[in-house]
């Protein structure tokens, strides 16, 4: 395994960690009724989600292209 590839899978883990914290932080608002900060916290993780998702991918992709040279070597 690469070490590009391992980098962008702790990324990845970071990222899912925090989309959590920030889904966490969405309903510690919820309880405070402050609607409109829970809903940007709620797209905050969201989005963080996502990029985490694409780098999980990108992480994929790398590992998948090491193999695919080892192969032909």
Do not use: C
Not at 14 to 22: I, K, Q, R, Y
Not at 33 to 56: C, H, M, N, P, Q
């Amino acid at each position: 395994m690469s070490p590009q590839s391992l980098i962008y899978d702790g990324s990845s883990l970071l990222l899912t960690g925090a989309s959590l914290f920030f889904f966490y932080e969405t309903t510690q608002f919820l309880v405070g009724k402050d609607y409109v900060a829970s809903v940007l916290t709620l797209v905050v993780g969201f989005l963080l989600l996502r990029v985490a998702v694409e780098i999980g991918k990108l992480a994929l992709v790398i590992r998948r292209r090491d193999r695919e040279r080892g192969e032909e070597r």
